[in-house]
């Protein structure tokens, strides 16, 4: 069955950065793209980027250009979504989910929890 | 990209019908048939319910529907049931292979 298993809660500083792992299994992980989509606490969905299959391709949303960094490895099946520069706003459940279209998410991570605070 | 615009809160009761609406422009919602809708039940992770405008996943019971007039997206669920009620998102693709959220609804089965 297809999963996706992200890495756990992190705790960081304003100013620090974070790396979310999401390690997929069950399906061929080139057929299919990686969205990051983050939610802060009581608040919506934010759709964050988007990481293509086959070429591996990038495309972030404007509010987070320069800041955001979205990889895959196809070795372990995992894509990975850093954030640099945290603010106290960056706190959110961060998800991974494997789709295509960019917009149609139909298997999603169980989210990872992002706090920052001094 | 602004997110697209759905009402706070919606409401009905078991058995009868409720629209969701979703009101982007014409570089979003308006420009492609790339509209998905997403149910969040509190604590849990997104679950797709509709995409590409009007198609169900296998295992979404065809309660649920959408369409598109113009700018605007819609998610129908009929025969209300108190599962449904949830927080209901929808997403457009925004071209240039990004997307967009809107705000979300939250249905309240009475």
């Known amino acids: 069955q297809v999963q996706l298993v992200q890495s756990g809660a992190e705790v960081k500083k304003p100013g620090a950065s974070v790396k979310v792992s999401c390690k997929t299994s069950?399906?061929?992980?080139?057929?299919?793209?990686i969205s990051w989509v983050r939610q802060a606490p009581g608040q919506g969905l934010e759709w964050m980027g988007w990481?293509?299959?086959?070429?591996?391709?990038?495309n972030y949303a404007q509010k987070f250009q320069g800041r955001v960094t979205m990889t895959t490895d196809t070795s372990t099946s995992t894509a990975y979504m850093e954030l640099r520069s945290l603010r106290s706003d960056d706190t959110a459940v961060y998800y991974c989910?494997?789709?295509?279209?960019?917009?149609?998410?139909?298997?999603w991570g169980q989210g990872t929890l992002v706090t920052v605070s001094s | 990209q602004s997110a697209l615009t759905q009402p706070r809160s919606v409401s009905g009761s078991p058995g009868q019908s409720v629209t969701i609406s979703c009101t982007g422009t014409?570089?979003?919602?308006?420009?492609?048939?790339?509209v998905s809708w997403y149910q969040q039940h509190p604590g849990k992770a997104p679950k797709l319910m509709i995409f590409?405008?009007?198609k169900r996943p296998s295992g979404v019971p065809d309660r649920f529907s959408g369409s598109k007039s113009g700018n605007t997206a819609s998610l129908t669920i009929s025969g209300l049931q108190a599962e449904d009620e949830a927080d209901y998102f929808c997403?457009?693709?925004?071209?240039?292979?990004?997307?967009?959220f809107g705000g979300g609804t939250r249905l309240t089965v009475l």
């Open positions: 989910a494997r789709g295509w279209e960019v917009v149609v998410l139909d298997y």
């Open positions: 069950g399906y061929t992980f080139i057929n299919y793209g």
């Open positions: 990481i293509g299959d086959y070429s591996g391709n990038t």
């Open positions: 014409s570089s979003d919602v308006g420009g492609y048939d790339y």
């Open positions: 590409d405008v009007n």
């Open positions: 997403c457009s693709y925004a071209g240039s292979y990004t997307g967009v």
